[in-house]
């Protein structure tokens, strides 16, 4: 069965392909035709996934889904949240991100944060969402080198190490984005 992932990245499309099985033929937005940024302009990042879920189902007809990602800090009221991307500057700089983090984040006890990802499914025009948490805490340093983005700052509660300090298959095996895609495989297995 044919279904569209409102992505062009090919390592997201093959973690998720990966984790969803063979039942199911994954193709990107490239794929399908649409080359153009999808806005995403919600407030939210469950407005910013079902923008995306729609834009593609009205454009295509196809069953499809989308994921949006955030980082929600408790001292920082959510934030960066929806913003994650574009904490610092309005370019995908984790560099910038992270510093940007570290500093709002000076002398505060608090360090508790999550990573969500929200993915909208839309099957025969029907939407529904699943979301992936997993909880933890920010580091007072940045540490290690793998993964992406605020990997370097993220401490997932019961470890000792971030994120970017683990092989990706273990931190596929605890994220936000690996426990969305495993409701994601719920869901289209139903
Ligand atoms: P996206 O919705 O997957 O594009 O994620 C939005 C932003 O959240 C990214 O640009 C990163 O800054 C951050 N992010 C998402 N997933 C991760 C992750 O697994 N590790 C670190 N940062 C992430």
Redesign the pocket.
Known sequence: MKIVFATNNQHKLSEVSAVVGSDFEIVTLREVGITEDIPETGATLDENASLKARYVYEHTGLDCFA?????EVEALNGAPGVR??RYATDG?D?AA?NRKLLAELEGVDNRKAR?RTVISLIRNGVEQQVEGIVEGDIATAEAGCG?????PL?IPKGYDVT?AEMSADEKNSI???GRAVAALKEVLNK
Do not use: E, P, Q, V
């Open positions: 994921d949006d990602t955030g980082l994650s991307a995908h984790f991100n990573f993964g992406f983005g605020y990997d993220f994120f994220s936000h984005r």
